[in-house]
């Protein structure tokens, strides 16, 4: 009897070791590979977070109608997602240089209002502005140079 309370007492301590001395071990080894993956996420997050140099313009000019993520405002200001006044360069250049007014259809919703010019802002401005534009809210067309912008200001 006491022979086989004290094996009964072994394997349990060899159980409750094996079990602890496991379970340090996992942890510590899933840790490491967390950290790593969440460091490699954050390389390639900081590596894509460049900010573009169009950003900026927007959140001062434009954002607060057409909204942070170009969406706009339902049958108030049209979203800059992509339709065919973001994919006509020489129109966008034109419009945003000279603003907009008049009834409009955006992806399938009229718009009847008024954009102010923004002939205030530089070539480089708005050719950063629209390029930012051209590669965001879905839309994936080539950027806008100062080149492009002048040529409309100068028309
Ligand atoms: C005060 C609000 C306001 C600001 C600021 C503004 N817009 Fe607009 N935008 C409008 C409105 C309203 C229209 C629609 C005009 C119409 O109904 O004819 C419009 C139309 C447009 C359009 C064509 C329609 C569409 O949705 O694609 C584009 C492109 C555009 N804006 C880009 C810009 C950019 C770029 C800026 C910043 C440089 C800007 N807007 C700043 C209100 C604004």
């Known amino acids: ?41 954050e390389i390639e997050a900081s ?11 927007y959140k001062q000019y434009c954002q607060v109608c057409h909204q942070a993520n170009g969406a706009g405002v339902s049958g108030v200001f049209p979203p800059l997602t992509p339709n065919k006044y973001i994919a006509d360069k020489t129109q966008l250049i034109e419009l945003v240089l000279h603003g907009m007014t008049g ?9 009847n209002s008024l954009m102010a010019p923004h002939n205030h802002l530089t070539d480089l401005e708005l050719a950063n502005v629209i390029s930012y ?7 994936k067309l080539d ?3 100062v ?7 100068n028309r």
């Open 143 to 145: 950027p806008v140079t």
């Open 103 to 111: 009834e409009i259809e955006v992806n399938g919703e009229k718009y």
């Open 1 to 41: 009897m006491s022979k086989l309370f004290f094996l009964l007492v072994i394997a349990t301590a060899i159980l409750i070791a094996g079990c602890s001395s496991g379970s340090q071990e996992k942890p510590k080894a899933l840790e490491t590979s967390a950290l790593a993956e969440k460091q490699g996420a």
């Open 47 to 57: 590596a894509k977070s460049l900010p573009h140099p169009g950003e900026k313009v």
């Open 147 to 153: 080149e492009e912008v002048a040529a409309v200001r």
């Open 133 to 139: 534009v051209r590669s965001n809210f879905g839309n």
